[in-house]
């Protein structure tokens, strides 16, 4: 299971700062129901909540551990891809 803590509120936009300010608790963590990433932006979807969120936001857990979900090839399809063509 994947965690997501609410560690950087001075990220992202003007706009997502008041957004996720209105939901969520700097340091809260919240259990991640999927992270959605494309080459400009990664979103994260938490669950019982229905805004997604832009990934700059947090820093990610799994098994109590922080994971990077950047360089990680189960959240990075682009990682993924070039591994797959490495074959």
């Known amino acids: 299971m994947i965690f997501a803590k609410y560690a950087h509120p001075n990220n992202g936009s003007k706009y997502q700062q008041v957004e996720i300010n209105s939901l969520l608790k700097v340091k809260k963590h919240s259990e991640v ?18 805004t997604p969120f832009n990934a700059v936001f947090f820093d990610f857990f799994e098994d109590g551990k922080q994971i990077d979900i950047y360089t990680d090839p189960r959240f990075n399809s682009h990682i993924r891809e070039s591994c ?4």
């Open 84 to 87: 797959h063509a490495k074959k």
């Open 33 to 50: 129901d999927k992270i959605s990433m494309d080459e400009c932006k990664t979103t994260v979807h938490l669950r019982n909540i229905m």
